[in-house]
């Protein structure tokens, strides 16, 4: 069973800068695309960041700003998160892009002056 642990948040100021990991137990991740979630209150989780062996694709609110990376050695995916808003405020997630697994406990991202 493959298990997702998201690490990294924290409480930046706007404009600020964060590192996410999320590593994925198992055989499957250098298999498969893998994406960065985040939801936040109030709304449905969206996905953010999608990465497979040699393409990225970013929601428009991010693009620009935001850049995922993976390590299949360590089996593990980056979001490094840079010009940070108060509207990038969310649980931020891990998870396959397609035949998704059950979810982590995310890793909370505050962006607060």
């Known amino acids: 069973q493959v298990q997702l642990v998201e690490s990294g948040g924290g409480l930046v100021q706007p404009g600020g800068s964060l590192r996410l990991s999320c590593v994925a137990s198992?055989?499957?991740?250098?298999?498969?695309?893998m994406g960065w979630y985040r939801q936040a209150p109030g709304k449905q989780r969206e996905l953010v960041a999608s990465?497979?062996?040699?393409?990225?694709n970013y929601a428009d609110s991010v693009k620009g700003r935001f850049t995922i990376s993976r390590d299949n050695a360590k089996n593990t995916v980056y979001l490094q998160m840079n010009s940070l808003k108060p509207e990038d405020t969310a649980v931020y997630y891990c998870n396959f892009l397609y035949g998704k697994v059950g979810w982590g406990q995310g890793t909370q991202v505050t962006v607060s002056s």
């Open positions: 198992g055989s499957r991740f250098r298999f498969n695309a």
């Open positions: 990465i497979s062996t040699n393409n990225t």
